[in-house]
């Protein structure tokens, strides 16, 4: 494996700003503060005006919100990925070790994001979905649960967890010629319980079933969640590179170009090579 020798003296280092925390501690504090919003909105209306779809009052305060909700997701998802895209490093091969440390921790970031906006969803949200259904029968697939659950908070977490793909293909030589699985897992699992959510309509209309959680109709729910699981695996294929970047910045030890990882992506990704890096 051809590498690239470079002295301590030579390497530029990071500004300690670099690694601050602040951009994740505002996108997750707005989620919270959302999130929280949310709730109390569903408190108020939810049982008040949400119990007959045939009502006035529920178009009012819960239709006209997941029309409102389903636009805003996708202009946002299309602002989103269509930016990341669009600003992309169209020179991956010419990026310096300080500039591809600083986009790991930006990475690192953008994945805890999507690791809270995953937890909200997937958890909190849906397990007070149970709770709704074990106290109110639906009278139709659009519950304000429902409204708030499958069609808030799914989309929220797929927006992030979609983006930080986006960003690591666009801008970390590791994932700019390669595919990772994990990482596709990481991201692409949760994302299915989005469609899933149709077959979970279909099968409480059809066989007008309530919640049992361990019904063969939620497995789905569950096994797509287990692909969250797929974070283990996209850390051991980034853990190495990180620990190569930090050892040639301020260690001076040798490491291969950005243009030597995006021709051969799986030398990057050796877990011995972390090992020797933490030695």
């Known amino acids: 494996m051809a590498q690239t020798q470079t002295t301590a003296t030579a390497v530029a280092r990071p500004p300690l700003t670099a690694f ?81 440390l600083k986009r790991y921790w930006a990475l690192g970031l953008f994945v805890l994001t999507y690791t809270y906006a995953a937890y909200a969803g997937a958890s909190y949200f849906t397990e007070q979905d149970g709770t709704w259904h074990q106290t109110v029968i639906r009278d139709n697939d659009f519950t304000p649960s429902h409204v708030i659950e499958f069609y808030q908070s799914y989309p929220i977490y797929i927006i992030f967890g979609v983006g930080s793909l986006v960003y690591a293909m666009t801008r970390l030589p590791q994932f700019a010629k390669a595919f990772s699985l994990p990482y596709a897992v990481l991201v692409g699992a949760p994302l299915m319980i989005f469609p899933n959510v149709g077959l979970n309509e279909f099968g409480h209309t059809r066989w007008f079933m309530e919640e049992l959680f361990v019904a063969p109709l939620h497995w789905g729910f569950v096994t797509f969640g287990w692909g969250a699981l797929a974070i283990l695996g996209t850390w051991l294929q980034v853990c190495p590179r990180v620990l190569a970047l930090i050892n040639h910045i301020y260690y001076g030890k040798p490491i291969q170009s950005p243009a030597e990882v995006m021709k051969d992506p799986q030398s990057s990704v050796n877990p011995a090579a972390c090992a020797a890096c933490a030695m």
């Open 20 to 100: 601050s925390w602040k951009s994740a501690v505002v996108a997750i504090g707005a989620l919270i503060v959302f999130d929280v919003l949310i709730n109390v909105y569903e408190r108020l209306y939810a049982f008040s005006k949400g119990l007959d779809y045939t009502s006035a009052d529920y178009n009012t305060y819960w239709l006209g919100m997941l029309f409102a909700e389903l636009v805003l997701e996708a202009v946002t998802a299309g602002a989103l990925w269509g930016w990341l895209w669009m600003t992309r490093d169209r020179a991956l091969e010419r990026l310096s070790p300080a500039e591809e």
